[in-house]
């Protein structure tokens, strides 16, 4: 009975380690959404508007 009993134990290990290993590899796609529509336009705005200012200020000068 032990014997029978460590192998149902080992394949239930092995298993469940299985089931983690696939529940870590979709992670990263469903980390993609949140990080489009959050992150990057946050980031978006830090990068690009500053210099987007610097051009609109520059144009109003030249209207002027």
């Known amino acids: 009975i032990a014997s029978v009993l460590r192998t149902q134990a080992a394949q ?3 298993k469940r380690r299985q ?6 590899q979709q ?3 469903k980390i993609v959404f949140p990080l489009v529509l ?3 336009p946050a980031l978006f705005v830090v990068i690009v508007g ?4 610097q051009i609109f200020n520059s144009f ?3 209207q002027s």
Request: glycine share 4%; hydrophobic share 60%; charged share 15%.
């Open 12 to 14: 239930l290990r092995i």
């Open 19 to 24: 089931a983690i290993e696939a529940k870590a």
């Open 27 to 29: 992670t990263p796609v």
């Open 38 to 40: 959050c992150v990057l």
């Open 50 to 53: 500053p210099g987007a200012i």
């Open 60 to 62: 109003i000068n030249l």
